[in-house]
């Protein structure tokens, strides 16, 4: 400030001017002042609705807080109070997220006024995740992309490739002990995805040096460097499991899509890197999250293996859960929905752009108006807490999505437990991802009994770490593994 006022005193003004040399330093601060101001400016089409403090939003990302911490804390009081949406500063704009279940439903069912942000060119995230994919394709180019994604996850649910994982999984866990669990799930999940829907076995769960996750953990890291060119190189690795699987087709989703003659290479690649990201991080996520919380209450992990044994009691296949011994797994799939609830892996959906004008009436009765050109953001951990929404939403209670009528199910599932989002654009591997938890908890159930350490970082909450894609993810999560008593 010092060197920019010398400078000014050094300026020369027209000789009537002069005398009002004295009050640079006011004037200079009046412009630093509105100057920020007008950064942090909520436009007037918007300012009808509440805005989360730009001071208060600032400081948690300065603090360090990772998503979730800072949507219970600085978004989630507002969906208490029944604001159905309301403002949030981020990277330089004010963005509407969206609090109330209802308002969710309608915006999800509408993909049209209601499209998916593309977001701008030179992120080095993009550069990695590519712009030719059913992630983030609009229109015609997304029913395009999204049938031929949908059909090859469609094709089977790959239960025994999981257990065979969960079997390899085993004997890595040696005799037990403290074990790294959310790097362990992190391995299984990458294997489960690469031999399933790539066609690649990445090794990750038998190699803790496999140059591939070496690679992508790297580039996740350095995410935030733009100098950092690695990424071509992972983008390249990709390229070259296209090529090999063009030549060697196998029982994988990429093989279903290349049968597909409707994609060009960069859209197969491209989405390919899509189920390589959708596909593991979420579903480790969602491992570690549910193995946590029947550590933190063992009467739940208990009641959950006596269902699984029970089950399983006539079991003719080594060990590996069938279809049917899994639908006789009620109170284990409460389990894993209340998890996917109580820490959903998605904190919050990717950005929807407003076409057109609109008001939403939310749950409540409580209007809001969301004008053209806004960014639109479905808040899911605000949603998943919403105190009119559930009970004790703090806490993780299965019972809640036990004995639920078909017709209270389909109602949850069309709008407030949101974990794999709603309407055409949901996730189209939600029962991928659900059987593969289903089958993993139930082989470490019957196998293993675990506790979490009283040191624990854990032990007053879980824990998240920083994710580049907004994931809640939990991080130096130690859990003590012993084999469970038959
Ligand atoms: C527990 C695990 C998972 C969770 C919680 C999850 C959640 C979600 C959510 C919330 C969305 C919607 C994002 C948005 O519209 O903003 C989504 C989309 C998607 N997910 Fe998943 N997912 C999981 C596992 C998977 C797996 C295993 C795969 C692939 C193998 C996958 C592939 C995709 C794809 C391709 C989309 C984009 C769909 C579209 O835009 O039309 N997901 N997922």
Same mark, same amino acid.
Request: include cysteine.
């Given at each position: 400030?010092?060197?920019?006022?010398?400078?000014?005193?050094?300026?020369?003004?027209?000789?009537?001017?002069?005398?009002?040399?004295?009050?640079?330093?006011?004037?200079?601060?009046?412009?630093?002042?509105?100057?920020?101001?007008?950064?942090?400016?909520?436009?007037?089409?918007?300012?009808?609705?509440?805005?989360?403090?730009?001071?208060?939003?600032?400081?948690?990302?300065?603090?360090? %807080?990772?998503?979730?911490?800072?949507?219970?804390?600085?978004?989630?009081?507002? &969906?208490?109070?029944?604001?159905?949406?309301?403002?949030?500063?981020?990277?330089?704009?004010?963005?509407?997220?969206?609090?109330?279940?209802?308002?969710?439903?309608?915006?999800?069912?509408?993909?049209?006024?209601?499209?998916?942000?593309?977001?701008?060119?030179?992120?080095?995230?993009?550069?990695?995740?590519?712009?030719?994919?059913?992630?983030?394709?609009?229109?015609?180019?997304?029913?395009?992309?999204?049938?031929?994604?949908?059909?090859?996850? !469609?094709?089977?649910?790959?239960?025994?490739?999981?257990?065979?994982?969960?079997?390899?999984?085993?004997?890595?866990?040696?005799?037990?002990?403290?074990?790294?669990?959310?790097?362990?799930?992190?391995?299984?999940?990458?294997?489960?995805?690469?031999?399933?829907?790539?066609?690649?076995?990445?090794?990750?769960?038998?190699?803790?040096?496999?140059?591939?996750?070496?690679?992508?953990?790297?580039?996740?890291?350095?995410?935030?460097?733009?100098?950092?060119?690695?990424?071509?190189?992972?983008?390249?690795?990709?390229?070259?499991? +296209?090529?090999?699987?063009?030549?060697?087709?196998?029982? !994988?989703? +990429?093989?279903?899509?290349?049968? !597909?003659?409707? /994609?060009?290479?960069? %859209?197969?690649?491209?989405?390919?890197?899509?189920?390589?990201?959708?596909?593991?991080?979420?579903?480790?996520?969602?491992?570690?999250?549910?193995?946590?919380?029947?550590?933190?209450?063992? *009467?739940?992990?208990?009641?959950?293996?006596?269902?699984?044994?029970? &089950?399983?009691?006539?079991?003719?296949?080594?060990?590996?859960?069938?279809?049917? %011994?899994?639908?006789?797994?009620?109170?284990?799939? $409460?389990?894993?929905?209340?998890?996917?609830?109580?820490?959903?892996?998605?904190?919050?959906?990717?950005?929807? &752009?407003? /076409?057109?004008? $609109?008001?939403?009436?939310?749950?409540?009765?409580? *209007?809001?108006?969301?004008?053209?050109?806004?960014?639109?953001?479905?808040?899911?951990?605000?949603?998943?807490?919403?105190?009119?929404?559930?009970?004790?939403?703090?806490?993780?209670?299965? %019972?809640?999505?036990?004995?639920?009528?078909?017709?209270? *199910?389909?109602?949850?599932? &069309?709008?407030?437990?949101?974990?794999?989002?709603?309407?055409?654009? /949901?996730?189209?591997?939600?029962?991928?991802? /659900?059987?593969?938890?289903?089958?993993?908890?139930?082989?470490?159930?019957?196998?293993? *009994?675990?506790?979490?350490?009283?040191?624990?970082?854990?032990?007053?909450?879980?824990?998240?770490?920083?994710?580049?894609? $907004?994931?809640?993810?939990?991080?130096?999560?130690?859990?003590?593994?012993?084999?469970?008593?038959?």
């Amino acid at each position: 400030m010092s060197t920019i006022l010398s400078t000014l005193n050094d300026f020369q003004l027209p000789a009537e001017l002069e005398p009002y040399k004295a009050y640079w330093p006011v004037l200079l601060s009046g412009a630093v002042v509105l100057g920020v101001r007008n950064l942090f400016a909520v436009p007037r089409e918007l300012r009808h609705l509440p805005k989360v403090s730009v001071i208060r939003t600032l400081w948690s990302f300065i603090r360090g %807080e990772v998503e979730d911490v800072r949507i219970k804390k600085l978004l989630l009081p507002y &969906a208490n109070k029944g604001e159905p949406a309301v403002l949030v500063y981020a990277l330089g704009r004010w963005i509407v997220h969206v609090l109330d279940r209802k308002i969710a439903k309608d915006l999800s069912a509408d993909i049209v006024t209601y499209p998916k942000e593309v977001p701008p060119d030179g992120l080095l995230l993009w550069r990695f995740v590519g712009y030719q994919n059913v992630i983030l394709s609009n229109g015609e180019a997304w029913k395009r992309h999204h049938k031929v994604v949908k059909t090859a996850l !469609d094709r089977n649910v790959p239960i025994g490739e999981f257990s065979t994982l969960a079997k390899k999984l085993f004997v890595q866990m040696g005799n037990g002990g403290l074990l790294h669990w959310n790097d362990l799930t992190m391995r299984y999940t990458l294997d489960a995805v690469g031999t399933t829907a790539i066609g690649h076995d990445f090794d990750a769960i038998n190699n803790h040096d496999s140059p591939f996750v070496k690679k992508y953990n790297h580039v996740m890291e350095s995410i935030a460097n733009p100098a950092y060119l690695a990424i071509d190189e992972l983008v390249a690795m990709f390229q070259g499991i +296209l090529t090999f699987k063009k030549e060697n087709p196998g029982n !994988d989703m +990429l093989t279903y899509m290349l049968e !597909d003659k409707n /994609m060009n290479d960069t %859209e197969y690649r491209d989405n390919m890197v899509v189920f390589f990201i959708a596909g593991h991080d979420t579903t480790a996520g969602a491992m570690s999250s549910l193995s946590y919380y029947m550590a933190m209450k063992p *009467e739940i992990q208990q009641r959950a293996r006596e269902e699984v044994r029970a &089950a399983m009691a006539k079991n003719t296949t080594n060990g590996e859960p069938t279809m049917a %011994e899994l639908a006789q797994m009620p109170y284990l799939q $409460a389990c894993i929905r209340e998890s996917l609830r109580v820490n959903t892996p998605i904190t919050y959906m990717v950005p929807r &752009a407003a /076409m057109k004008d $609109a008001v939403f009436t939310g749950s409540n009765g409580k *209007e809001a108006f969301i004008p053209a050109g806004s960014s639109i953001i479905t808040n899911i951990t605000a949603i998943h807490y919403k105190e009119d929404y559930w009970s004790n939403p703090t806490e993780f209670i299965p %019972e809640r999505f036990m004995n639920l009528s078909e017709s209270q *199910e389909k109602e949850y599932d &069309a709008t407030q437990w949101l974990p794999f989002a709603l309407g055409s654009r /949901m996730c189209p591997a939600r029962n991928f991802a /659900m059987y593969e938890q289903r089958v993993l908890a139930a082989m470490l159930l019957n196998e293993w *009994e675990w506790t979490i350490p009283s040191d624990s970082e854990h032990i007053a909450g879980i824990k998240n770490g920083f994710s580049p894609f $907004a994931l809640s993810l939990p991080q130096n999560l130690y859990l003590n593994f012993k084999p469970a008593r038959k």
